[in-house]
Antibody, heavy 118, light 107 residues
Framework: EVQLVESGGGLIQPGGSLRLSCAAS????????MNWVRQAPGKGLEWISY????????RYADSVKGRFTISRDNAKNSLFLEMNSLRAEDTALYYC???????????WGQGTLVTVSS | DVQLTQSPSSLSASVGDRVTITCRAS??????LNWYQQKPGKAPKLLIY???SLQSGVPSRFSGSGSATDFTLIISTLQTDDFATYFC?????????FGGGTKVEIK
């Protein structure tokens, strides 16, 4: 059974940093592109980043480019999101999501909540 | 960026009804359109990919159609378990974008 479990969220002051993790199991993690998608409270979904299986291709949404860094450790079946210079508008539930074959997301974690507030 | 506009933003329906949700793209996206269902407090679930392909394990009462800029999700016979919010998502170009969602509520 595919499982994605995010962790690392919490309350952080504006300008602060946070590192999110996503532990994957139940599939060959090293073979799939992985994504981060966020959802502000009561709002819609926003894709923010993806990383290819070998980390050779990385893309970001403009809203986080230069502030967030995605990475992965295939030996540990883990995905990460380093978040710097956090802003109030980054407050959201952050999901890791596995890419199917196209750029659709066939498995999602339960999300980890990041709240940016003073 | 490709903008996706869903309509309606919400609807009320009864068990057994046929429900139609539309998603319009700001430019042609061929068949690169996917549909998700999200229940409160849960992660989204992939229903349809490639505009019309049913994801494994998804009931056949869900179907998708369309191409280019206009897409439709149909629930043929609404069940209690289907009351949720539905999102479309384009996988044609970066940034990957989602529609604003359609909340399906009980009448």
């Amino acid at each position: 059974e595919v499982q994605l479990v995010e962790s690392g969220g919490g309350l952080i002051q504006p300008g602060g940093s946070l590192r999110l993790s996503c532990a994957a199991s139940g599939f060959t993690f090293s073979a799939y592109t992985m994504n981060w998608v966020r959802q502000a409270p009561g709002k819609g979904l926003e894709w923010i980043s993806y990383i290819s299986p070998s980390s050779s291709t990385i893309r970001y949404a403009d809203s986080v480019k230069g502030r967030f860094t995605i990475s992965r450790d295939n030996a540990k079946n883990s995905l990460f999101l380093e978040m710097n210079s956090l802003r109030a508008e980054d407050t959201a539930l952050y999901y890791c999501a596995k890419k199917r074959s196209g750029d659709e997301f066939d498995y999602w974690g339960q999300g980890t909540l990041v709240t940016v507030s003073s | 960026d490709v903008q996706l506009t869903q309509s309606p933003s919400s609807l009320s329906a009864s068990v057994g009804d046929r429900v139609t949700i539309t998603c319009r793209a700001s430019q042609s996206i061929s068949l690169y359109l996917n549909w998700y269902q999200q229940k409160p407090g849960k992660a989204p679930k992939l229903l349809i990919y490639g505009a019309s392909s049913l994801q494994s394990g998804v009931p056949s009462r869900f179907s998708g159609s369309g191409s280019a800029t206009d897409f439709t999700l149909i629930i043929s016979t609404l069940q209690t378990d289907d009351f949720a919010t539905y999102f479309c998502q384009q996988s044609y170009s970066l940034p990957l974008t989602f529609g604003g969602g359609t909340k399906v509520e009980i009448k």
